[in-house]
């Protein structure tokens, strides 16, 4: 079992940048998908981007070219997010799997994943 602690979030107006950050109680570079999430107040969760292993990203297509996913060997994943929209704010939750499979990892988007931080709050103003 892996515990993710997610810390990064803050408030921001439109246009500018939040990096957020998770960090695993495990080693999870080599061997789990990773993916951001998020949840705005009234509405579902939507898997955001996800990494896999072998650094394969996927991104919903509101965020392509201003969210990038990515984790390093000390088992901390990042979100860096440029461009923000007051859209954009909601709770972030990082979340791992433990597959292999890009397909599981790319799918665990609209699935969900096994393993949730607490999250860690995004607020844009316009």
């Known amino acids: 079992q892996v515990q993710l602690v997610e810390s990064g979030g803050g408030s921001v107006q439109a246009g500018g940048s939040l990096r957020l950050s998770c960090a695993a109680s495990a080693s999870t570079y080599s061997s789990y998908c990773m993916g951001w999430f998020r949840q705005a107040p009234g509405k579902e969760r939507e898997g955001v981007a996800a990494?896999?292993?072998?650094?394969?990203t996927r991104y919903i297509d509101s965020v392509k070219g201003r969210f990038t996913i990515s984790q390093d060997a000390k088992n901390i994943l990042y979100l860096q997010m440029n461009s923000l929209k007051p859209e954009d704010t909601a709770m972030y939750y990082c979340?791992?799997?433990?597959?292999?499979?890009?397909?599981?990892?790319?799918?665990?988007?609209?699935?969900?994943?096994?393993?949730w931080g607490k999250g860690t709050l995004v607020t844009i103003s316009s």
């Open positions: 979340a791992a799997t433990t597959t292999l499979s890009w397909y599981d990892c790319s799918s665990g988007l609209t699935r969900g994943m096994d393993y």
């Open positions: 990494i896999d292993s072998d650094g394969r």
